[in-house]
């Protein structure tokens, strides 16, 4: 089913549920309704559609055709591959409030929230755009006598994106655009709690010109997963979730000679220091741990505050929580949709019974919330805790949700210490409107992505992304240049053309460079 006949059979009243197609080959791949699994509208709590639950056979069938049509797509020229993505590029920008809509109706979080979402996978598909000069090598004439030397990049073959609910858009569009525009064919595996826009992902890049098979889309879950990190015809996996499966992803497929970075969970911490504008450091707190319900990886849900910067701050933050506005995300005037499942929401309610247990003050409780026009809705309101310390399970633990824990300390040296000693480094800030006392920062905290005075440090789309610790394994990051190198290999040639009359006598030595 294409996704407007599928939009079509949501929004009729009393169809039957639009069931979600694989994309291989080029084509939707249909499947019966005892292989699928719900799809849900976390702000109505219902059945919305059914997704496949793919495994082996349609992971081998993407494979097949990935492989199939990897070498037309690896020898198209240049020019020809960005004419396809400069085609792609105005079709999603075209298409961007609808594939936020879709975002909205699976995950929840708000609209302007799926549709900046949106925009930031746009910048990455944009910086794809210039492909031939991205894949430019290096060309060294003279590196000895009549001898030159210049490096190629050239594809690794079928790489695969395996990616997690929160980001439909944004993450998938992170990976396989790169992946695409250094010539490898590509399968995205999406979560299967928010695939409604991943469809029309696909159906854009046809339209755009893609070759069939360069493109394809398996749904499922763990097996799925196994069957793709097992597969002997993927060469590249690039996953995006929590730190246990990425894990599994990792060593698996690096024990299976596959390149792999598994980019996973998070906690990120937030720095304020005395002399914050504690304005600003209120909004940014609050912004940046109940965005989307909390269910982003660069939240900073811990608020590290120095000296009395706590006892100024929290005031600010407890205002600002009682203006805040939860409901459905395409409501206009929300500040904050429900969580993404019910499973989860349960999950995040036991994380604050933790947190009172352990001991942390429960300044702001979400739990009792319920959006009154929509009693099904996996509504939750937002938590803030005060004292919580680094012996509590809500400190070191990711939760995930709208819960936000202010952590008391009385020195700079000593929040550096909880932030670097941490097992999760992905994304921090600091709050300060001390010039030094930022660059200090920046050089000593052991977390790659940094926000000064910027509470979601996410760099632009043309830069790498990526944290450290349990928040990342592999060496490079994803985007950017790092990118380019995880999907291509690197060749060095070494050239002599010897002029007439002056070819080198013959030595054992080793080749010197004079
Ligand atoms: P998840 O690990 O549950 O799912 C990620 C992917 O793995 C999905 O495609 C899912 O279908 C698949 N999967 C789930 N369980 C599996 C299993 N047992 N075996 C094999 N595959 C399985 O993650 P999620 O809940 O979708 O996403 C939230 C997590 O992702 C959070 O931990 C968040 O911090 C992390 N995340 C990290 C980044 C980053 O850049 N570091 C970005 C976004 C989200």
Not at 83 to 101: N, S, Y
Request: charged letters at 20%.
């Amino acid at each position: 089913m294409t996704t407007e006949a599928t939009r079509a059979a949501t929004e009729a009243p009393g169809a039957p549920l639009p069931i979600l197609s694989h994309w291989i080959d080029g084509r939707p791949v249909e499947v019966l309704p005892e292989a699928t699994g719900p799809v849900y509208n976390p702000a109505t709590g219902k059945v919305i559609a059914r997704v496949p639950r793919g495994g082996a056979a349609e992971v081998d069938a993407a494979v097949t055709a990935a492989r199939a049509a990897f070498p037309a797509w690896r020898d198209m020229p240049l020019i020809a591959r960005s004419q396809i993505f400069f085609a792609f590029r105005e079709r999603m920008w075209q298409h961007r409030e609808e594939l936020a809509r879709l975002i909205t109706r699976d995950h929840g979080k708000t609209y302007p929230d799926a549709l900046t979402e949106v925009l930031r996978g746009l910048e990455t598909v944009e910086y794809a755009c210039g492909l031939p000069t991205l894949l430019a090598g290096m060309n060294t004439p003279g590196v000895s006598t009549n001898v030159d030397a210049h490096t190629l990049r050239q594809p690794v073959g079928v790489a695969v994106g395996i990616t997690p609910f929160n980001f439909p858009v944004m993450v998938p569009t992170w990976i396989y655009p790169i992946a695409l525009a250094c010539g490898n064919t590509f399968i995205l595996k999406p979560s299967s709690h928010t695939p409604g826009a991943t469809q029309l992902q696909a159906e854009l890049w046809k339209e755009a010109g893609l070759p069939d098979g360069v493109f394809n889309v398996v749904y499922g879950g763990r097996e799925a997963v196994q069957a793709l990190v097992e597969h002997p015809g993927v060469d590249a996996i690039q996953f995006v979730g929590s730190t246990a499966v990425g894990r599994y992803v990792y060593e698996t497929g690096t024990h299976l000679g596959k390149r792999v970075t598994s980019f996973t969970s998070a906690k990120n911490a937030m720095v304020v220091l005395p002399d914050a504008d504690m304005e600003l450091a209120a909004d940014a707190a609050i912004a940046s741990g109940y965005g989307s319900a909390g269910e982003r990886c660069m939240a900073q849900t811990l608020i590290v505050t120095v000296g009395d910067a706590g006892d100024r701050l929290r005031p600010l933050m407890e205002e600002r929580i009682a203006r805040l506005n939860v409901g459905p995300g395409m409501e206009p005037g929300v500040d904050m949709g429900p969580i993404y499942s019910a499973e989860h929401r349960a999950s995040v309610i036991e994380w604050i019974d933790r947190g009172a247990t352990e001991g942390a003050e429960l300044v702001v409780d979400g739990r009792p919330f319920r959006h009154p026009d929509s009693p099904d809705g996996f509504f939750l309101g937002v938590t803030l805790f005060d004292h919580v310390t680094p012996e509590m399970k809500v400190f070191n633990e990711e939760i995930f949700g709208p819960v936000l824990g202010m952590v008391r300390v009385s020195t700079y040296g000593e929040a550096l210490g909880l932030v670097n000693g941490h097992q999760y480094a992905n994304g921090t800030a600091i709050f300060t409107t001390d010039g030094g006392a930022a660059r200090r920062y920046e050089l000593d905290v052991d977390v790659p992505m940094i926000g000064i005075n910027v509470p979601i440090p996410v760099p632009a789309g043309y830069m790498s992304f990526g944290g450290a610790k349990l928040s990342a394994f592999g060496d490079l990051k994803m985007r950017g240049e790092d990118s380019i190198r995880f999907f291509t290999r690197e060749k060095e040639v070494t050239v002599r053309w010897p002029e007439p009359g002056r070819r080198p006598a013959l030595s054992l030595v080793f080749p010197s460079n004079s």
